[in-house]
Structures are given as C-alpha cells and as structure tokens.
C-alpha cells in the first residue's frame, strides 16, 4: 500500500509542477479547506475547492482524496500543470479564493467560447483553466468585477474535470487516458524515483517530500529545482540545495548536479552566491556560508563517475572562496567574519546575540575544507594556485586565534572581544574531522555530546538561559547541522558518537516526519512541516547506516 500523508503536513504535488494542494496557504496560515496554491512570484492560494458536505481528506504520493461514507473525490496530477478530479455522490465547488478584485490584485473568471472556465490570477501572472469533462457544473460570477463569488460548482452525480495552469491560450483538452490510468501513471512514475533514490523501503516518504517540492525551470530557476518546500519556505537557499545534490547524487546525477549548480547560476563578479533564488526574484543582501567544497568533496564520491565538469566547478569554487578572502577580511586580519547570523544560515543564534560582524571558527572551517577542495581540484584541472599552503595557513589562524585551550570561541570585529556561547554554532568545526588536533577533535566531541539530546544535537544548550524550545537556532534541532556533524565525527574517527548522532535523528523524522527543525526534548516538528533538506538528511544518513550494516564502505554523506 503506498505511504499515506496528512495534507496539513506536507503539499499534494508532483516533480515539475509549480502549484499544489494543501490547506496552508500562508506563512503558518491554515485554511479550513485545500485549495490551489501557487508558488510563482511567491506563494499564493489562488482556488479553493470545497466538497457539498464534511469529508476526510487522505493523500497518497498519486492520489489525494476526499472521503464521506462510500463518496469520493479524487485527484491526480496528470502532468506538472495539469491536475485531474473525479467526484462520485460529492460535489465539488471551485472558486477563487479571494473575493476581491482589484486592477492588480485578486482572481478574474470568465467562460472561454472555446469551451470551460479561466480563473486568471494576478498573483501568478498565469490561468487556472477548468474544463468539465462529464457531469452537471453551473458557473458562479462569471465576468463579475470588484467583490463576488467566483465558481465552478459540481453537483454530487458523477463528474469529472481538469484544472491546467496555463499561460494566454492553449488548445482545448483532450482526454487521452482515464482517470484509473491516469492514477496509475502517476503511480509508476513516483515509484521510479523511489527505486533510484532511496537508500531503503522505508524512505518513500522522505522521497516523496523531495519529488514533490521540485519545480520545472521557469523565471530565475534556470533548471529543475528542489525549492525548500511547496509551504511557505518555497525558495532555493545557499546551502539548502547542497544536502538535497547530495541525497540525489547516486540515484538521481543529472538532477543532483542540477541542485549544486542552479544557485551557481547567478554567482556575481565578486563571487558571492546570492542568499536565495526563486521564480521571480534573487536576494543579496546576504550571503551564506561556504560548504561547497565540503559538498564538492562528497559529490566526488556519491555520483557516478565523479564530477561531470571539474574545471566548471573549480572557477565557481575559486570565485566564491575568494569573495570571502578579498571582501570579507577585516585589514590586517586572517580570518573572514559574517555580517550577520543570516550569512551563517543560523539565523538568530546566540553567537550573534552581542555583535552581529563576528569572526566564527565555522566559517573558517568551512573555507579550510573549500581549500582543500580547490587543491584537489587544481590538480585535475592544471592549475598550481597553492590553495593547500593557504587552507593549512587558514587553520593555523583558526586554532591560534580563536581556540581558548578548550574551546572554540568567536570574535567581534567591531569590539575585538572574545565570547564563549552555549551555541552548537561554535562545535560545527568539528567538520573538519581528520584536519584538526586530536586534542581538539576529542574537545568537541565532548561539546558535542553534551548537546545530543534523544532527538539530536540541540542548537543551544538545553541548560542555557537562551535556550527555546521553538527558537529557530536557539534550541531546535536541524537537520544541515546534524549532517556535517556527523560526517566530521565519523571522518575523525569517533564512529559511535557518529552512529548516536544519525539514529537519533533518523528516529526523530520517522516519528515526526520531515519538518524544518523539531523540538529538541520532544521531538515534535516545528515550523515549515515538509522540507527536503530534513528529507535529504534523512536520506543521506539511512544510506550511510545501511552501508555499515551490509559491511560495506559507503560514500561519506
């Protein structure tokens, strides 16, 4: 039977589409019913749909449906812009799902001679086009301006219709399949990426999460993309997109390049990659940290035949690595700073609390490891810059300035002053596994223990006075940090510290799916509800674990 899913927790969707259906259709906004939510120019509800009486709603990879006694309402996607339902003894009531139209905001309908009804939407720039395929339906509103009800209504014998996102005009719809084929279709299709994904059985639905939340290229997503979820947090970050290249690496190359590459897409002439990417718009005004080498490092290894253009790879991992080392050095300083807790990708935490320009050990572990990759890659490709002589220089000034003896400690750039904090953010270098000091690799293991909670490592302390239990990086567990924490501690050679790490939080998604981050004495997900990169981690860190068990020596995630 295939995995079922509540529609509240993660978007009724598929691989390609831009739209899907699910109640939440705002920044942690529910709506009572599931309607149309568009991900173009932002996330918009652009159509609700409302059975004629009280249903229960359950969702499959192919299938979402609506449920009272023997009725039913189904639906399928048929393609990435098309999506099919059926309605047996319920009927169906397509409306926009604003009321209000304005000369730039809200939803115009109006019936085509060509034959079915459009609901164009500002918001999207694009129509919703519904076509009733058989049964009774009547029109609501049609042509209505300012403030009315605008529908498609069904009756509750037998029906059918599509609803297709279009751009200005289309042929009319043809039929070529049923509605059963149609299911199944959608069926095998899904089941396929599982087969090449998934490193077990029981990783459909992680998988899923991942199918659903990418998008066909279109506006500044210049190729297929995994956005970070169909919820709000419907975007490309800067280092999201690197655990989900990793998770597709063996079963999906061609997509998990993709990922790496489709925020290289827009590296400026300085180097920087931008904050975020989505259909209408790319964000600058931060940055975020440099992990691509570290990714670089790991693709090497989990796609099949290696890197499919290193000297590609190494000018974009050159410019990026210099943007940090010609613009974001204080003079006369040998370590680079954020500007703010957002280039760090840990927003709010409380290494950021005092001064928000600080110099970090992460980031400069992460350069260290970018050098090491651009050595590697140097040597491919024919260039001799010495970037080895300038990571090990790197670290040298990492563990000179900013190790205390017994931990790692961060700098103002402003102030010059030192602080110790209760924040993971501060034991991340121990990604750097084999590289550091066994004095220091064993210190932080220590630190990292003493964050490890039955969930995984808490972000803050729980015994600090910042601690939150909904914090964001103030507490909650995340699936990136756990990641590159485990990958350090294994490299290292602290292999059952490492082993804890995963299962613990492979426990906690298969208990409480695959939210943004979870709570970390409970467990319970927190804030964005379907978000790949937990599903990547998940994934990541279940085909490392089933590697070890076989005996065999898996590719470091």
Request: charged share 20%.
């Given at each position: 039977?295939?995995?079922?899913?509540?529609?509240?927790?993660?978007?009724?969707s598929?691989?390609?589409?831009?739209?899907?259906l699910?109640p939440?259709?705002?920044?942690?906004?529910?709506?009572q019913?599931?309607?149309?939510?568009?991900?173009?120019?932002?996330?918009h509800?652009?159509?609700?749909?409302v059975?004629?009486?009280?249903?229960?709603?359950?969702?499959?990879?192919?299938?979402?449906?609506?449920?009272?006694?023997?009725?039913?309402?189904?639906?399928?996607?048929?393609s990435?812009?098309?999506?099919?339902?059926?309605?047996?003894?319920?009927?169906?009531?397509?409306?926009?799902?604003?009321?209000?139209?304005?000369?730039?905001?809200?939803?115009?309908f109006f019936?085509?001679?060509?034959?079915?009804?459009?609901?164009?939407?500002?918001?999207?720039?694009?129509?919703?086009?519904?076509?009733?395929?058989?049964?009774?339906?009547?029109y609501?509103?049609?042509?209505?301006?300012?403030?009315a009800?605008?529908?498609?209504?069904?009756?509750?014998?037998?029906?059918e219709l599509v609803?297709?996102?279009?751009?200005?005009?289309?042929?009319?719809?043809?039929?070529?399949?049923?509605?059963?084929?149609?299911?199944?279709?959608?069926?095998?299709?899904?089941?396929?990426?599982?087969?090449?994904?998934?490193?077990?059985?029981?990783?459909e639905l992680?998988?899923?999460?991942?199918?659903?939340?990418?998008?066909a290229?279109?506006?500044?997503?210049?190729?297929?993309?995994?956005?970070m979820?169909?919820?709000?947090?419907?975007?490309?970050?800067?280092?999201?997109?690197?655990?989900n290249?990793?998770?597709?690496a063996?079963?999906?190359?061609e997509?998990?390049?993709h990922?790496?590459?489709?925020?290289?897409?827009?590296?400026?002439?300085?180097?920087?990659?931008?904050d975020?990417?989505?259909?209408?718009?790319?964000?600058?005004?931060?940055?975020?940290?440099?992990?691509?080498?570290?990714?670089?490092?790991?693709l090497?290894?989990?796609?099949?035949?290696?890197?499919?253009?290193?000297?590609?790879?190494?000018?974009?991992?050159?410019?990026?690595?210099?943007?940090?080392?010609?613009?974001?050095?204080?003079?006369?300083?040998?370590?680079?700073?954020y500007?703010?807790g957002?280039?760090?990708?840990?927003?709010?935490?409380?290494?950021?609390?005092?001064?928000?320009?600080?110099?970090?050990?992460?980031?400069a572990a992460?350069?260290v490891?970018?050098?090491?990759?651009?050595?590697?890659l140097?040597?491919?490709?024919?260039?001799?810059?010495?970037?080895?002589?300038?990571?090990d220089?790197m670290?040298a000034?990492?563990?000179?300035?900013?190790?205390?003896?017994?931990?790692?400690v961060?700098?103002?750039?402003?102030?010059?002053?030192?602080?110790?904090?209760?924040?993971?953010?501060?034991?991340?270098p121990?990604v750097?596994?084999?590289?550091?000091?066994?004095?220091?690799?064993?210190?932080?293991?220590?630190?990292?223990?003493?964050?490890?909670?039955?969930?995984?490592?808490?972000?803050?302390?729980?015994?600090?006075p910042?601690?939150?239990?909904?914090?964001y990086?103030?507490?909650?567990?995340?699936?990136?940090?756990?990641?590159?924490?485990?990958d350090?501690?294994?490299?290292?050679?602290?292999?059952?510290?490492?082993?804890?790490?995963?299962?613990?939080?492979?426990?906690?998604?298969?208990?409480?799916g695959?939210?943004?981050?979870?709570?970390a004495?409970?467990?319970?997900?927190?804030?964005?509800?379907?978000?790949?990169?937990?599903?990547?981690?998940y994934?990541?860190?279940?085909?490392?674990?089933?590697?070890?068990?076989?005996?065999?020596?898996?590719?470091t995630?």
């Amino acid at each position: 039977m295939a995995t079922e899913f509540s529609v509240r927790e993660i978007p009724f969707s598929r691989s390609g589409a831009w739209f899907g259906l699910s109640p939440v259709v705002g920044l942690a906004r529910y709506a009572q019913d599931v309607h149309v939510v568009s991900h173009r120019n932002g996330m918009h509800a652009v159509l609700s749909l409302v059975p004629s009486r009280p249903t229960e709603i359950v969702a499959d990879p192919a299938v979402l449906t609506w449920r009272s006694g023997e009725s039913r309402i189904q639906a399928v996607f048929t393609s990435p812009d098309t999506l099919r339902i059926s309605g047996n003894g319920l009927g169906l009531r397509v409306g926009a799902a604003e009321r209000t139209l304005t000369p730039f905001t809200g939803t115009y309908f109006f019936t085509d001679p060509s034959g079915g009804a459009v609901f164009t939407s500002y918001e999207t720039g694009h129509r919703f086009r519904v076509t009733v395929l058989s049964g009774q339906s009547r029109y609501v509103g049609a042509e209505d301006l300012v403030s009315a009800d605008r529908a498609v209504v069904l009756g509750e014998e037998p029906w059918e219709l599509v609803i297709e996102e279009i751009t200005t005009a289309r042929e009319p719809y043809r039929c070529d399949i049923g509605f059963d084929a149609a299911v199944t279709a959608a069926r095998e299709e899904f089941a396929r990426f599982v087969d090449a994904v998934s490193p077990s059985p029981a990783a459909e639905l992680a998988c899923y999460v991942l199918w659903s939340a990418t998008v066909a290229p279109a506006g500044f997503v210049t190729r297929p993309a995994v956005l970070m979820s169909k919820h709000w947090m419907d975007k490309v970050w800067s280092w999201d997109h690197c655990f989900n290249a990793l998770a597709l690496a063996p079963g999906a190359p061609e997509l998990a390049w993709h990922q790496f590459q489709v925020v290289f897409d827009h590296q400026d002439a300085q180097g920087a990659l931008p904050d975020s990417i989505t259909h209408s718009e790319v964000l600058r005004n931060f940055v975020k940290p440099p992990i691509h080498g570290w990714t670089l490092s790991r693709l090497r290894s989990r796609l099949p035949g290696g890197l499919p253009d290193p000297e590609l790879a190494y000018r974009q991992l050159s410019a990026w690595t210099s943007f940090w080392l010609d613009h974001r050095r204080a003079p006369g300083r040998p370590l680079p700073y954020y500007e703010h807790g957002n280039d760090s990708g840990w927003d709010n935490s409380t290494v950021f609390l005092d001064e928000r320009l600080v110099e970090s050990a992460d980031l400069a572990a992460f350069l260290v490891l970018q050098m090491k990759e651009l050595a590697v890659l140097g040597a491919e490709v024919g260039d001799a810059t010495a970037w080895g002589d300038r990571a090990d220089t790197m670290l040298a000034a990492m563990l000179e300035e900013l190790w205390d003896g017994s931990r790692f400690v961060s700098r103002g750039v402003v102030s010059g002053e030192y602080r110790a904090t209760a924040s993971l953010l501060d034991l991340m270098p121990v990604v750097l596994g084999e590289h550091l000091p066994p004095e220091v690799f064993d210190q932080l293991c220590g630190g990292i223990a003493e964050h490890l909670t039955s969930v995984g490592p808490a972000t803050e302390l729980p015994s600090s006075p910042y601690y939150e239990a909904d914090g964001y990086w103030r507490g909650p567990v995340w699936a990136p940090a756990t990641v590159l924490i485990e990958d350090g501690l294994r490299r290292g050679g602290a292999v059952e510290l490492a082993d804890l790490v995963s299962a613990r939080f492979r426990a906690t998604c298969e208990k409480s799916g695959f939210a943004e981050n979870f709570d970390a004495l409970t467990g319970q997900g927190l804030r964005d509800r379907a978000y790949t990169w937990t599903a990547s981690a998940y994934l990541l860190l279940s085909g490392a674990d089933n590697a070890a068990a076989a005996g065999t020596s898996a590719p470091t995630p």
